[in-house]
Each structure stands twice: as C-alpha cells, then as structure tokens.
T-cell receptor, first 114, second 113 residues
Framework: DGGITQSPKYLFRKEGQNVTLSCEQN?????MYWYRQDPGQGLRLIYY???????QKGDIAEGYSVSREKKESFPLTVTSAQKNPTAFYLC?????????????FGPGTRLTVL | SQKIEQNSEALNIQEGKTATLTCNYT??????LQWYRQDPGRGPVFLLL?????KEKRKERLKVTFDTTLKQSLFHITASQPADSATYLC????????????FGAGTRLFVKA
C-alpha cells in the first residue's frame, strides 16, 4: 500500500530535550511538508521541501530543523529552542510543489512536553 | 496578510439534511481553494479543489462553490450521514507563490442519526 507514515504516534519530551519525529512516504512524491496543529487554529507550516537535498522555512520554523537526504524521508527535529512545542504535528507530501497540488497527510504525531 | 476564516462553531444537523459550511478569505482571490476532511486525531484527507473560474464543482454528495465577489466558498454535503461527522478544512495558496498553503481552522460537523 502506498502512503505516508509518521512515528511515533505519541511522544513525550522533557524540557530541554531535542526530539526527532519521523516521516516516510512511498508515494514517490517530490514535495514534503511539516505542519503544526494547535486546538482552534489552522495548520501552520513549519518547513517544506520541494526536492531532495533542498528545504525552505515555513511560517514558524524557529526552534525546528529538518533534513531531506532521501526522497522518501523528511524527519523533523524539535529542539529545546522551541518554547511551546506541545502540539499535533502533521507531515504531508505532494507529487510536486506546484499550485493546487493535493497534499497527502500522515496520521500525525502528538508531542507533549512534560 | 491573507487569511482563511471558517465558522468556529460546530454545525449540528439531522441525518438526511444538507450540511453547508462556509469559508471566507481575505485579500485577492486565490487561483483555487481546496477542501479537506479531518477526523479526530488523524491527518486531513483531500476532498475537492475548485478553481476561481469554476463557480461550482461536484463529487458524489459533495458540492463546492466559489464566489469571488463575496470572497467565499461554500461546501455542501447532501443527504448527510453520521459518517460525515468530521472537521472540514478550507485551504488556499499564499499570495507569495504556489508552494505554500494556508489552512483554515476548520468547522466541526456533527450529523445526528
């Protein structure tokens, strides 16, 4: 089955720790995205990548980092510099990064800072 | 800056009725709008895209309209079913290029049997 997976589903972090969220897709999509979702708010773009070995900051990149070494993988690291990291994190991919491209979302990772 | 506004209040309707959800946008009209469905604790799923030159688009029981004068899109589900209960998100491209998408906060729909 083709799709996009995220792991873990739930993640607990102590303050001051860095954590890495995994995102893998086998759809052969060029573009990948990371969003953050907070209650009552729309999805906010953290980082996106149009192609392997290239990525750009989204609207709320501070305190986050990414890499895109392989087409199918786009891991997100939440660093200790992120002041309010508790949220639902969604990874998505699209065939291209062009206008109107349908985005396929993973199941999400819920991160809680203890 | 451009915004997407959706009714934050949940919509409760009876099974079999038509549900109508509203999406309002600011600034210039986007080239297209997208609608996604999101179930609790899961990622959104793409439903429909409507372009600015299309006044209406249909897919099975779903119908979307795009009114550039009102700066509004309406999303209709006819003959609604309890399985249609979910949050529906409206999305548009940013005005700085087509690579970024702005999502609304969504409207929660409850369909009662």
């Amino acid at each position: 089955d083709g799709g996009i997976t995220q792991s873990p589903k739930y993640l607990f972090r102590k303050e001051g720790q860095n954590v890495t969220l995994s995102c893998e897709q086998n759809l052969n999509h060029d573009a990948m995205y990371w969003y953050r979702q907070d209650p009552g708010q729309g999805l906010r773009l953290i980082y996106y990548s149009q192609i392997v070995n290239d990525f750009q900051k989204g609207d709320i990149a501070e305190g986050y980092s990414v890499s895109r070494e392989k087409k199918e993988s786009f891991p997100l690291t939440v660093t200790s510099a992120q002041k309010n990291p508790t949220a639902f994190y969604l990874c998505a991919s699209s065939m291209t990064a062009g206008p109107g491209a349908e985005q396929f979302f993973g199941p999400g990772t819920r991160l809680t800072v203890l | 800056s451009q915004k997407i506004e959706q009714n934050s209040e949940a919509l409760n309707i009876q099974e079999g009725k038509t549900a109508t959800l509203t999406c309002n946008y600011t600034n210039y009209s986007p080239a297209y709008l997208q609608w996604y469905r999101q179930d609790p604790g899961r990622g959104p799923v793409f439903l429909l895209l409507i372009r600015e030159n299309e006044k209406e688009k249909r897919k099975e029981r779903l119908k979307v309209t795009f009114d550039t004068t009102l700066k509004q899109s309406l999303f209709h589900i006819t003959a609604s079913q309890p399985a249609d209960s979910a949050t529906y998100l409206c999305a548009r491209p940013t005005d700085t290029g087509g690579f970024k998408t702005i999502f609304g906060a969504g409207t929660r729909l409850f369909v009662k049997a």
